[in-house]
T-cell receptor, first 114, second 113 residues
Framework: AQSVTQPDIHITVSEGASLELRCNYS??????LFWYVQSPGQGLQLLLK????DTLVQGIKGFEAEFKRSQSSFNLRKPSVHWSDAAEYFC????????????WGAGTKLIIKP | ETGVTQSPTHLIKTRGQQVTLRCSSQ?????VSWYQQALGQGPQFIFQ???????GRGNFPPRFSGLQFPNYSSELNVNALELDDSALYLC????????????FGQGTRLTVV
């Protein structure tokens, strides 16, 4: 069965500092991988996705993520965070053989220190 | 602006009652998925509708049911509400398959008392 683990419930970083949010998945084949962001009172917005090809994926708002098959990871990174990045971030996995339904991690809440 | 709208935004129901949540999908999208997001958790997949038929279901009991209409809008119905049904219910619309982005509505916050 597919599963997604986001080991960090909360992460606090200073504005301007770099960020890495961890995501590990469990799936027998190459999954489809996503990062979404959810701001308070807002719906989920797609940051980036990986289906195949280049393992370093660029997304919106200056985010990127790297798929590492050997580590079953898909970590999200940003070189310099802004106060507006404070939100909850979700990693999700989907697969063709599960009719594309998304399995989600529990989320990581990002707190930005001024 | 995602174009996916959900109604109502908030709802309070009593245990044992029934509730209907509505979702208007983005223009041109033929697939609607529903998710339940409990406080402090990630979304859990309830089911997906494609061209008015259910084509995928998560681990939810039959008292969770849905409909998709010819205009691709959708309803989520929950019967015999339980306290644990209190959650944010999210609707996402997309084109069938993972090649396209799923756009989410802002959700309906359901509280069961």
């Amino acid at each position: 069965a597919q599963s997604v683990t986001q080991p960090d419930i909360h992460i606090t970083v200073s504005e301007g500092a770099s960020l890495e949010l961890r995501c590990n998945y469990s799936y027998g084949a190459t999954p489809y991988l996503f990062w979404y962001v959810q701001s308070p009172g807002q719906g989920l917005q797609l940051l980036l996705k990986y289906f195949s090809g280049d393992t370093l994926v660029q997304g919106i708002k200056g985010f990127e993520a790297e798929f590492k098959r050997s580590q079953s990871s898909f970590n999200l990174r940003k070189p310099s965070v802004h106060w507006s990045d404070a939100a909850e971030y979700f990693c999700a996995v989907g697969a063709v053989d599960s009719n594309y339904q998304l399995i989600w991690g529990a989320g990581t809440k990002l707190i930005i220190k001024p | 602006e995602t174009g996916v709208t959900q109604s109502p935004t908030h709802l309070i129901k009593t245990r044992g009652q029934q509730v209907t949540l509505r979702c208007s999908s983005q223009s041109g999208h033929n697939t609607v998925s529903w998710y339940q997001q409990a406080l402090g958790q990630g979304p859990q997949f309830i089911f997906q509708y494609y061209r008015e038929e259910e084509n995928g279901r998560g681990n939810f009991p039959p008292r969770f049911s849905g409909l998709q209409f010819p205009n691709y809008s959708s309803e989520l119905n929950v019967n015999a509400l339980e306290l644990d049904d209190s959650a944010l219910y999210l609707c996402a619309s997309s084109l069938q398959g993972l090649g396209t982005e799923a756009f989410f509505g802002q959700g309906t916050r359901l509280t069961v008392v």
